[in-house]
């Protein structure tokens, strides 16, 4: 099919086919239900003003102009229409200046009495399709025939004549509001009013992927669909009854909602009758295997039983477990770094540290020396020397190694840039006295010497420990 055709019919002389584009068959029953003498209804109504209308085929949207101010050659009043058929999908927003365009050739062929030589090709072939609506859009129509009125200054004709609701009646005719019959008149005439009908529908989308769509009924109506298509658009009225079935189901269902998905049923397979089952591993030698797996769980317990019994006069010495809190926080205070942070305003000089065993510890700067305090106790500021980390290390053992001591008395010392002082010696260390070399058969002697260098020996040694971690810092 051409994409659109005309037909101009006349009544000056009969009602008469004054122009038919060659591709449309003016005998086909879908062309002659869109050829309507218009006087019986549209010439009546509209007082000699020009009257639009659409209608919608199988194949076609026409979109039709009717002339109602012209007389026969008796005198009698009849008109002229002009009838676009272009294809059912395809929406024209300017069919009005198309009419228009042919309106004004038409005449200009009746004046020069040249209609043996019209021709619309120019027209037709430069019509532009704006807005192409290419959905599969299955509706059920009426054979009302509603009206419209338009306003000349601002018809608004293409928004209407192009809604959906157009496919749901048989024909819609637009009256001139100025001009035509008062509205009252149209609705005596049989006419409905295509406001409501339009204001009152409902779109409901199908998927149909495998083809199971059998039968389609709106209001007990069959609706001819494409049984081929996957996806169809159902346009009827809001209140609309709509009915399906399948190939899968021949009974009907309501179609509720706007949405349906066709999909396919799940069916079981069958065993075939008559032939036997053949039983699985499990079923013919399930019973063997249980029997061998309790003897192997027999012997494997009995053998564990008398192993243990030799070995009974062996005692087992657990080893202490440490706890997942003391091994994660040791592991916690070596990993990490010693750090200490203001506590309070900066300038209050007050520190406390990220170690977890010395968090209620508080350490101040003042007075070119530091001080410490520990909240659980006193809670009073405290002169803090090297030697204080070893008499905090005694009242609570902080498990601290000499690398992370070295490291708490830097991390002071980076706070203050001030060198940590040391404790001084209240006791006076008395003079060495040098004894007289004794003579080795003196054994008595020897032994208390032995003794007092052996009470002496520890007290030596943590005197060299200090001086070492001080020789570090």
Not at 317 to 333: D, F, G, H, L, V
Not at 354 to 370: E, S
Not at 408 to 425: G, M, P, R, V, Y
Not at 450 to 472: H, Q, Y
Request: charged share 25%; net charge positive; hydrophobic share 30%.
């Amino acid at each position: 099919m051409k994409q659109f055709g005309l037909i101009i019919q006349e009544t000056t002389a009969g009602s008469n086919q004054q122009f038919v584009s060659s591709y449309l068959d003016i005998n086909s029953p879908e062309i002659k239900e869109t050829i309507t003498d218009e006087r019986t209804l549209a010439s009546q109504l509209a007082n000699l003003s020009d009257v639009y209308s659409v209608q919608i085929t199988q194949n076609y949207k026409v979109y039709s102009l009717i002339v109602t101010n012209l007389t026969d050659f008796l005198g009698r009043s009849g008109y002229y229409a002009i009838r676009l058929y272009g294809p059912k999908e395809v929406n024209l927003t300017n069919f009005e200046n198309i009419l228009a365009s042919i309106k004004e050739k038409y005449n200009t062929y009746t004046k020069s009495n040249t209609l043996n030589d019209q021709n619309y090709d120019t027209i037709l072939s430069s019509i532009l399709i704006v807005e192409n609506d290419k959905k599969a859009l299955l509706s059920l129509k009426s054979d009302a025939n509603c009206f419209y009125y338009f306003d000349e200054t601002n018809s608004a004709l293409s928004t209407v004549f192009n809604t959906r609701g157009i496919h749901l009646v048989h024909k819609v005719y637009a009256f001139n509001k100025n001009r035509a019959v008062p509205e009252a008149i149209a609705l005596s005439s049989g006419l409905k009013a295509f406001s409501q009908i339009n204001t009152s529908q409902k779109e409901i989308n199908v998927i149909n992927n495998h083809s199971l769509l059998k039968e389609l009924k709106i209001n007990d109506k069959n609706v001819d669909f494409n049984p081929h298509l996957s996806e169809y658009n159902i346009l009827c009225q809001a209140n609309d009854i709509v009915t399906y079935n399948t190939t899968e189901d021949k009974n009907f269902k309501i179609l509720n909602g706007t949405f349906l998905s066709i999909e396919k049923k799940y069916v079981q397979r069958k065993t075939p009758i008559g032939r036997p089952k053949q039983p699985s591993f499990i079923d013919e030698y399930g019973t063997y295997l249980i029997i061998v797996l309790m003897i192997i769980c027999l012997g494997s317990g009995s053998w564990y039983f008398f192993l243990r019994d030799n070995n009974i006069s062996t005692p087992y010495r657990p080893q202490n477990p440490i706890s997942n809190q003391e091994a994660n926080q040791n592991n916690s205070t070596t990993a990490s770094e010693i750090t200490f942070n203001f506590e309070g305003p900066e300038k209050d000089s007050v520190f406390k540290t990220n170690y977890p065993k010395l968090d209620q510890y508080r350490f101040k700067f003042d007075n070119k020396k530091w001080s410490y305090k520990n909240k659980d106790g006193k809670d009073i500021y405290t002169d803090f020397y090297i030697e204080t980390i070893e008499e905090i290390n005694k009242s609570k053992p902080l498990n601290f190694n000499d690398k992370q001591k070295l490291q708490f008395l830097n991390s002071l010392k980076e706070k203050s840039d001030q060198e940590i002082l040391k404790k001084e010696t209240s006791e006076k260390v008395a003079p060495t006295i040098k004894e007289p070399i004794k003579k080795p058969a003196q054994t008595v002697n020897n032994k208390k010497t032995d003794e007092k260098a052996k009470a002496v020996a520890p007290k030596s040694e943590t005197e060299s420990n200090k001086r070492s971690l001080e020789s570090k810092i």
